[in-house]
């Protein structure tokens, strides 16, 4: 990748081969261990940086953090091997990921390392992969907070595959959890409430379950786009899309408080639905597909759970089996900030709390009156059109 011997960093007992990813802390090389020939990923953090004070020093603390705190190898956490300095930089030896491909890395120039972020970009990925990937994302992440740590940047990019296996990556922010841990990561996979803690990680996996379930970027969530039928017709995506919902509620007292809740959660066996009765029309409800986003009330609420204010105003999700029906609260037809209609699935956010009439409008089905709904405790409807 660099032709340049001169521009190649120089570290101990390995040959650099090429840059083979950046960040803003730092970029990883894949090298060559001069006495075994084994292939390894080596990161370079300069110890020094114009208009920047001791950039390597995060990362030597977080790594420090990381060998006091978790004692043992996870295997979905990646392994540090190494950890050195040379005059210029701070840099450590980790495995390589796997090639994109699914071949074991290699010196060849068309090695592309496995990551998550490289796998969606070809798409959502198949329940089971889904549920494969997320349960070991999870494990990773809930090792880490059994020790007292948070990641602060869970994101697609820092899962790799390494001998098959998902791996979380990138310690560099690592840090112990408190209320005061600072804001740092990447800004898209950070709740609006502000705190880096654990449930801030549970945020961030959430999102990035999101990803995997529908292949579209973040920014989208919760809309479920092509993906909307194939994860309520799936009842592992319908599993795995509660559980985001749950994940990924703006308030951090109503996300779940760590990774191991929430993989505590996912393991748990799903409690069977009893069936709502209609009249005439409406059938059992179908399992949730667009989720819950709660509302924030006035503002972000820095304060502790038993001081939360109940909120006057809050995000509520409308699912409807068939979907593309257009949504009426106490006859108002709803509308986006854009002029254009509402249809299902949706989440309509800043409604008033307090008991509401909903009705649904299909251009292939009769208008359905859902009834009346209190907004303050309910805050997903879902329905059906009988067949």
């Known amino acids: 990748m660099n032709d340049d011997a001169q521009a190649v960093p120089r570290v101990p007992d390995f040959d650099l081969l090429r840059a083979i990813g950046r960040g803003g802390f730092g970029e990883v090389w894949l090298a060559r261990n001069q006495a075994t020939g084994q292939l390894r990923a080596v990161k370079l953090i300069a110890l020094s940086r114009p208009g920047t004070t001791d950039p390597a020093g995060r990362e030597i603390a977080s790594i420090t953090r990381l060998e006091e705190n978790v004692k043992t190898n996870h295997p979905n956490l990646l392994a540090i091997h190494h950890v050195g300095k040379t005059q210029d930089y701070l840099f450590y030896v980790s495995d390589p990921a796997d090639d994109a491909s699914g071949a074991p890395a290699s010196a060849d120039p068309s090695y592309r390392p496995a990551t998550l972020a490289e796998r969606l970009e070809s798409g959502p990925m198949p329940p089971d992969e889904c549920r494969w990937c997320a349960e070991q994302l999870l494990t990773g992440l809930a090792h880490l907070h059994a020790a007292g740590m948070v990641h602060r940047d869970v994101k697609p990019a820092n899962c790799l595959f390494v001998d098959g296996q998902l791996k979380l990556a990138d310690f560099g922010l690592l840090a112990e959890s408190t209320p005061l841990v600072s804001r740092v990561g990447t800004e898209k996979y950070m709740p609006p409430d502000g705190r880096m803690d654990t449930r801030a990680?549970?945020?961030?996996?959430?999102?990035?379950?999101?990803?995997?379930?529908?292949?579209?970027?973040?920014?989208?969530?919760?809309?479920?786009g092509e993906q909307a039928r194939a994860i309520a017709d799936d009842p592992i995506l319908q599993?795995?899309?509660?559980?985001?919902?749950?994940?990924?509620?703006?308030?951090?007292?109503?996300?779940?408080?760590?990774?191991?809740?929430?993989?505590?959660?996912?393991?748990?066996?799903?409690?069977?639905?009893?069936?709502?009765?209609?009249?005439?029309?409406?059938?059992?409800?179908?399992?949730?597909?667009?989720?819950?986003?709660?509302?924030?009330?006035?503002?972000?609420?820095?304060?502790?759970?038993?001081?939360?204010?109940?909120?006057?105003?809050?995000?509520?999700?409308?699912?409807?089996?068939?979907?593309?029906?257009?949504?009426?609260?106490?006859?108002?037809?709803?509308?986006?900030?854009?002029?254009?209609?509402?249809?299902?699935?949706?989440?309509?956010?800043?409604?008033?709390?307090?008991?509401?009439?909903?009705?649904?409008?299909?251009?292939?089905?009769?208008?359905?009156?859902?009834?009346?709904?209190?907004?303050?405790?309910?805050?997903?409807?879902?329905?059906?059109?009988?067949?």
Not at 205 to 215: R, S
Not at 292 to 309: K, L, N
């Open 201 to 224: 990680d549970v945020y961030a996996a959430g999102l990035v379950i999101y990803e995997m379930m529908t292949g579209r970027p973040v920014e989208n969530f919760p809309r479920l």
């Open 239 to 387: 599993r795995l899309n509660h559980l985001v919902l749950r994940a990924c509620q703006p308030k951090a007292s109503d996300r779940y408080d760590d990774a191991r809740a929430m993989l505590a959660a996912w393991r748990k066996p799903p409690k069977r639905r009893a069936a709502p009765i209609h009249r005439r029309a409406l059938v059992a409800s179908i399992a949730a597909v667009c989720g819950v986003v709660m509302a924030v009330a006035a503002g972000i609420w820095w304060g502790g759970p038993e001081s939360a204010p109940a909120p006057d105003r809050v995000d509520v999700s409308f699912i409807t089996e068939p979907f593309e029906a257009t949504v009426f609260i106490d006859g108002e037809l709803q509308k986006r900030p854009d002029g254009t209609d509402y249809t299902t699935p949706c989440t309509i956010k800043d409604l008033p709390t307090g008991v509401h009439r909903v009705r649904f409008e299909h251009p292939d089905r009769p208008a359905l009156n859902a009834g009346e709904f209190d907004f303050g405790e309910t805050r997903e409807i879902e329905i059906s059109w009988g067949r």
